[in-house]
């Protein structure tokens, strides 16, 4: 079974623990979402066919021990189950970024679960599904990406009343790049001692906002 590929490069990192970290994407095309400050829109439909032979492959030649597989959704694709595997085999380090719509059970535990809870600024407040995070546990990490005041609120309320969340590795406050200042959400963690992590988009604060790297 193929996969369709948008794209995959090797970059750094720019979230998650492992920010700064060399790291080879996988980007898969075909999302089930459309949030109103997404950055990779050209994921939604554009992408190649490609084997898990041909994925692995440009993996391996990249010569990344980090990989993440993200999308658009890639869990929408019955065959990045096979590309995980794979690349567990490999015995690389996999990352899986998700937006929390699709059942997490199926994903390997071996695999670094990154799940998004979608805030009500992104128009999909409510798709992430909140019993995934019984999926999650010690080495997975949950993101919020907020773009005001109310979506610090929302995400914060959630932080303080969700017991799932403490299981995780860490949760992730992102401000969307160029519409909430990272000084004025860092203000607002530090004044309600949040245990939360300020996530910054680093490829975007090293190459700027547009980079698809």
Known sequence: ????????????????????????????????????????????????ETSVEQVLGRVRDS?????????????????????MDALI???LTVLLETNGSVDLSRVPDEVVKIMDVK?????????SLLKNLDCLGGRDEVK???????DYEWA???????????????V???????????AELAAW????RLPVRLGLQLHKIIWGSDTRR
């Not at 794209?7 to 898969?28: K, Y």
């Not at 459309?34 to 992408?47: F, L, N, Q, S, V």
């Not at 914060?156 to 017991?163: A, G, I, Q």
């Open 172 to 182: 992730h406050f992102t401000p969307v790049f160029g519409t909430l200042d990272a």
């Open 89 to 91: 085999e490999d015995d």
């Open 63 to 83: 010569g990344c021990e980090l990989v993440e597989i993200t999308g658009g959704e890639p869990l929408l694709q019955e065959a990045v189950y096979e590309l």
């Open 1 to 48: 079974m193929d996969l369709k590929v948008n794209e995959v490069f090797s970059s750094i990192q720019g979230e998650s623990t492992h920010a700064g970290e060399p790291c080879t994407f996988v980007r898969l095309s075909g999302c089930n979402l459309r949030c109103t400050w997404c950055d990779t829109k050209y994921a939604y439909e554009d992408g190649e």
């Open 189 to 192: 963690i530090l004044g309600d």
């Open 156 to 170: 914060r309320h959630l932080v303080r009343t969700e017991k799932r969340l403490e299981h995780v590795r860490v």
């Open 119 to 127: 805030c009500p600024s992104s128009g999909m407040s409510g798709k």
């Open 144 to 150: 919020f990406v907020l773009s005001d005041r109310a």
